[in-house]
């Protein structure tokens, strides 16, 4: 089934540690994202991709990287996790950006 | 930073009854899509509106644009217990990156 996946589902770390959180799509999208989700603050957009090679700063970009290295993948890693990065990160994809976005089922990432 | 600010945040209504969700900001967006989001999973797009004035109708949702692309509102005829949800507004800013609203949680009551 055509889609986009996220791995791992859930993740407790240890504040410090280095996290990457995965993501593929099988839809050949050119455009990547990846957002956040808290509690009363709704979806933030922190790095977006183009297409494959380029990356772009969303709104929240601070402590998160990302690589574009082919078009199927868009992992967002944390270099070294703080407890406020607590949250439901959500990966999504689309034909080219601003078009309709189809989301993945979410990361759900608890920083003690 | 342009907002996009939903009201109300919370609304919880009978079954059959009509519902109206705002989604404004003080900037004019380019375009704007609506989402609904179900517990556990991510958002799925209902409909984008692009030209100031716009009306698209899906089932019994009625969207608008504002005609200064300022605004958009969301109408719901006759809610059912399945439209329950979080509905989240989002905008193309004219930085070019996209800002979503904070939503609006919406319970229908059989």
């Known amino acids: 089934i055509a889609g986009i996946t996220q791995a791992p589902t859930s993740q407790i770390l240890a504040a410090g540690r280095r996290m990457t959180l995965r993501c593929t799509q099988d839809m050949r999208h050119n455009a990547m994202y990846w957002y956040r989700q808290d509690l009363g603050l709704g979806l933030r957009l922190i790095h977006y991709?183009?297409?494959?090679?380029?990356?772009g700063k969303g709104e929240v970009p601070d402590g998160y990287s990302v690589s574009r290295a082919n078009t199927d993948d868009f992992p967002l890693t944390l270099a070294s996790a703080v407890p406020s990065q607590t949250s439901v990160y959500f990966c999504?994809?689309?034909?080219?950006?601003?078009?309709?976005?189809?989301f993945g089922p979410g990361t759900r990432l608890t920083v003690l | 930073t342009q907002l996009l600010e939903q009201s109300p945040q919370f609304l919880s209504i009978q079954e059959g009854e009509n519902l109206t969700v705002y989604c404004n900001s003080s900037?004019?967006?380019?375009?704007l899509q609506w989402y609904r989001q179900e517990p556990g999973e991510g958002p799925v797009l209902l409909v984008t509106v692009v030209t100031g004035g716009e009306v698209k109708k899906l089932k019994r949702l009625t969207f608008q644009f504002g005609d200064a692309r300022k605004d958009s509102s969301l109408h719901n005829t006759a809610a059912q217990p399945g439209d329950t949800g979080l509905y989240l507004c989002?905008?193309?800013?004219?930085?070019?990156?996209?800002?979503f609203g904070k939503g609006t949680r919406l319970h229908i009551l059989p």
């Open positions: 989002a905008g193309r800013n004219r930085d070019d990156k996209i800002i």
């Open positions: 991709s183009n297409t494959a090679g380029t990356t």
């Open positions: 900037s004019v967006f380019s375009s």
């Open positions: 999504a994809s689309s034909a080219s950006y601003w078009h309709e976005q189809f």
